[in-house]
């Protein structure tokens, strides 16, 4: 007699009965207890460093896992918004576009639609929470992030905010409304020092590994605003012009650097890609960020003792001025001339 073995499905069919009952304890104030033990643990499964696949993988999963819980999808959007570029953020947009469509008539997925808006269409994010509480006064998600919303600077509404917190706190005493956007990452610390220093603790020969470490930093910092609405026009180009500035302070680390350790071939090859990019800035020469590079590239080869280097850039800078006289930059010019005996 063949000996039977025991059937796999009973433990299958508990654990989705599990699952089930967890989805079935979905309070719309804060996740259960055992919902938010769920993503604590996908949190915790992340690995340090992580890519971005690896970091939403284990919220895609749990999702799947519990598709109508409103907490999991929540930090599902976060994860993705925390840590995608454009093409993700638009992809999870795609997502809950088409997930709407399919539950024309319910209310959690407009809902989840109109949360993946926030803060990349905030306005019409906006709209669809008030189309939701027409249809329920109550639902405390959507009071919540319209609370959110018009708390943020972008956004900003005192009585309509005041409003939506008061009605969220009547249906969720307790509970609390998070600040939008989320902090920034901070800027590294290697660009706070207007002179740019370097670790001193560190390996010399890591020089160019902390440069490129820190510029990535702030690279990121700069895409945590890009791709969002949370910011102005002018707040990102004031962000655009603080890393470009941080390129120039982290070429002139490098160029010091190599000089320092008796590589001048690597320090030039620097030189020469400050001085391309100075032609690209001459269209701007209105601009503080064109006159501290030009400052900077001319003390590098001043401290190189590379005079023919410095007439050569002031020379460029003079012609490039012929075309359209700039009074201002004319003397700027001039006083540059002097400082470096070319009068």
């Known amino acids: 007699m063949i000996p039977l073995r025991p059937s796999p499905w009973p433990a299958a069919i508990a654990v989705l009965l599990a699952s089930a009952a967890l989805g079935a304890e979905q309070s719309l104030c804060e996740p259960s207890r055992d919902i938010q033990v769920e993503i604590e ?12 696949d690896q970091i939403a993988a284990p919220f895609r999963a749990l999702r799947d896992r519990f598709p109508k819980d409103v907490f999991v999808h929540l930090r599902y959007q976060d994860a993705v918004a925390d840590n995608g ?22 209310i959690l997925y407009l809902y989840l639609y109109g949360r993946a808006l926030e803060g990349r269409v905030t306005p019409l994010a906006i709209r669809t929470m008030n189309e939701i509480l027409a249809r329920d006064p109550h639902f405390a998600p959507a009071l919540r992030t319209l609370a959110e919303i018009h708390g943020s600077t972008a956004f900003r509404n005192r009585k309509e905010e005041r409003s939506a917190r008061a009605m969220f706190r009547a249906a969720c005493p307790g509970s609390v409304v998070a600040r939008r956007p989320s902090p920034l ?77 008796g590589q ?56 490039s001025m012929a075309a359209g006289p700039n009074r201002n930059g004319m003397d700027k010019l001039a006083q540059l001339k002097i400082r470096y005996g070319l009068n």
């Not at 643990?41 to 971005?52: D, H, I, K, T």
């Not at 895409?223 to 941080?246: I, S, T």
């Open 41 to 52: 643990r996908a949190a915790a499964s992340v690995p340090q460093n992580a890519l971005f």
């Open 264 to 319: 001048p071939d690597e320090a030039n090859q620097i030189l020469a890609a400050m001085q391309q990019r100075l032609i690209g800035l001459q269209p701007d020469q209105n601009s503080k960020r064109f006159w501290a590079a030009v400052v900077s590239l001319l003390e590098l080869y001043a401290r190189g003792n590379q005079p023919d280097k410095i007439a050569e850039t002031l020379a460029r800078i003079e012609a």
């Open 185 to 261: 990452p901070p800027h590294s610390t290697l660009f706070t020092d207007p002179n740019g220093k370097v670790d001193p603790n560190r390996e010399r020969a890591d020089v160019p590994g902390q440069v490129q470490r820190a510029l990535q930093q702030d690279e990121w910092r700069l895409q945590r605003m890009r791709p969002f609405d949370w910011y102005g026009v002018a707040e990102k180009k004031q962000a655009v012009q603080e890393l470009q500035f941080e390129y120039w302070k982290g070429w002139r680390i490098l160029v010091q650097h190599y000089r320092r350790i």
């Open 85 to 106: 570029i454009e093409g993700h953020l638009k992809g999870m947009l795609a997502e809950y576009a088409k997930l709407r469509v399919e539950h024309p008539d319910d």
